[in-house]
C-alpha cells in the first residue's frame, strides 16, 4: 500500500501561537526582526511553505478554505507555478462553482502544474459560517448537492457534448472542449461523518478524510465507509488529517503542548469558553471529536488520552482535536500504527508550518518510509 504525506497550507494566519497567529493575512508590517521582510505579504510566505514541502519529501499541499480566508483555487494557482513536483489539493464547496465552472479551472490548472491537482470537495462548515457564506441550505441538503455535483462533474470531464436535468443542476450540450482522460481528472478527497455524508463518499470519494481518533474509530470508520462503498465496486482510499508536534525528545514535544494549554489559560476567553464553543455544531465530525475530551477535563494532564496523544488542542483553537506530541521515533511510531490499521493518506500540519515542514520532512517522515520498507521486507 502505497503511502502518501501532505502538508497544510496555513491561509488563516501562522506563528507559533495556537490563538491568534501573529503572522496575519493581507498586507501588513512584520512584528519584529527577523519575520518577513517589508514589501512582502502574505501570500509569498504560503510560497515558501509550498517550497519547504516541496524540498522536504511531501507529496503534495492541502490549501483550506474558510469564509474569511484566502482563495483556494487562487493560491493553487501561486503555489504551482513556484514548485517543481508537489501536489496541490484546493478545498471548496460545491455549493459556490457550478460543475462547469469547477471543471473548466481545474483542467486549467491541471495543464499548468502538468497534472499536480487534486480536490478536497467541502460540502459545509458549521452553521454560522455556512450563514457567513450566503448558504442556508439544512445539512443533508448539502450532501445531496454535493452528490448531484460529483455526478454532473463526471460527465463534463468525459463527454462532449453533455447533458443533464438533475434535481439541482441542467445543462444541455455542456462539456470540455476536449473530454479529457479519467486518469487526469483530480482525485477527490471528502470527509463528513454524518450517513448523508457516508453515502457520498461511497460514490465518489477516492480517499476518505476523518480527523484523527482513537485507533479502533479509526479502522471502524475505515471498515464502514468501504464497506457501503463496495456496493458501487469501489474501495476508496483511508486518510488522516492531524497536528503533530516532533521534537527530538517527548519532553519537548510536551512543553510545547503545555505552552499553547497554558496561552489558552491566560486567554480573555479562558479555557471554559473555549471548551462551550468547541462541542462541535451540526456536524457530526466535530461532534465526535469533541467526544474524545475526557468528561470534566480541565487540566492540563486531563487531556492525555493514549501514548504521545494530547486531546486539547480543540480548546485552544478550531480544528482537530487530538495532536500527536513526541520525539521524532515516537511520532514516526504513532503513524506507523495508523498505517498498519489501514491509513494511507496523511495530512500533517504544525505551527508555524513553514519551519516545521522542514523539521517534519527531516526528521519524521524519512523514519516512517524506512519503517514500511522494513516491514514490507518481512513480508517477502
Not at 468547541?278 to 494532564?301: D, H, Y
Request: glycine share 10%; with cysteine.
Amino acid at each position: 500500500m502505497a503511502v502518501e504525506f501532505f502538508w497544510r497550507i496555513p491561509i488563516n494566519g501562522d506563528g507559533r501561537s495556537a490563538l491568534l497567529a501573529e503572522w496575519d493575512r493581507g498586507e501588513w508590517t512584520p512584528p519584529g526582526p527577523g519575520h518577513i521582510a517589508l514589501g512582502a505579504d502574505y501570500s509569498d510566505y504560503l510560497v515558501q511553505v509550498g517550497k519547504a514541502a516541496d524540498v522536504s519529501g511531501f507529496d503534495g499541499v492541502l490549501i483550506p478554505s474558510a469564509w474569511n480566508s484566502e482563495e483556494p483555487f487562487v493560491l493553487t494557482a501561486i503555489i504551482a507555478r513556484e514548485t517543481k513536483r508537489l501536489r496541490l489539493m484546493p478545498a471548496f464547496q460545491p455549493g459556490f462553482l457550478s460543475p462547469m465552472y469547477a471543471a473548466k479551472i481545474s483542467t486549467t490548472l491541471q495543464r499548468m502544474s502538468v497534472g499536480r491537482l487534486e480536490w478536497n470537495v467541502i460540502t459545509g462548515g458549521s452553521p454560522a459560517a455556512q450563514q457567513a457564506y450566503g448558504d442556508f441550505t439544512p445539512h443533508d441538503e448539502r450532501y445531496a448537492r454535493t452528490a448531484e455535483f460529483l455526478d454532473v462533474v463526471e460527465g463534463i470531464w468525459h463527454q462532449a457534448p453533455f447533458t443533464h436535468e438533475g434535481k439541482l443542476y441542467r445543462m444541455e450540450n455542456g462539456g470540455l472542449p476536449m473530454p479529457q482522460a479519467r486518469e487526469r481528472k483530480p482525485g477527490i478527497y471528502f470527509s463528513g461523518a454524518s450517513e448523508a455524508a457516508l453515502e457520498v463518499a461511497a460514490r465518489h470519494a477516492d480517499v476518505y478524510l476523518m480527523w484523527l481518533e482513537t485507533m479502533a474509530a479509526v479502522r471502524d470508520s475505515a471498515a464502514r465507509v468501504r464497506g457501503m462503498a463496495a456496493r458501487f465496486g469501489r474501495t476508496p482510499r483511508i486518510g488522516v488529517r492531524v497536528d503533530i508536534f516532533a521534537r527530538e525528545t517527548e519532553e519537548e514535544a510536551w512543553a510545547e503542548a503545555r505552552r499553547m494549554f497554558d496561552i489558552a489559560e491566560r486567554g480573555a476567553a479562558g479555557l471554559a469558553t473555549q471548551l462551550t464553543s468547541s462541542k462541535g455544531g451540526e456536524s457530526v465530525g466535530a461532534q465526535r471529536q469533541a467526544a474524545l475530551r475526557p468528561a470534566g477535563a480541565r487540566t492540563f494532564e486531563d487531556f492525555v488520552i493514549g501514548p504521545n496523544l494530547w486531546a486539547g488542542l480543540g480548546t485552544v483553537r478550531p480544528g482537530p482535536t487530538v495532536g500527536i506530541f513526541g520525539s521524532y521515533r515516537q511520532v514516526a511510531d504513532r503513524l506507523g500504527d495508523l498505517i498498519d490499521a489501514g491509513v494511507s493518506n496523511f495530512i500533517l500540519a504544525a505551527n508555524p508550518h513553514l519551519e516545521e515542514a522542514f523539521r517534519v520532512g527531516q526528521c519524521v517522515l524519512p523514519l516512517v518510509r524506512e519503517q514500511r520498507k522494513e516491514k514490507t521486507a518481512l513480508l517477502f
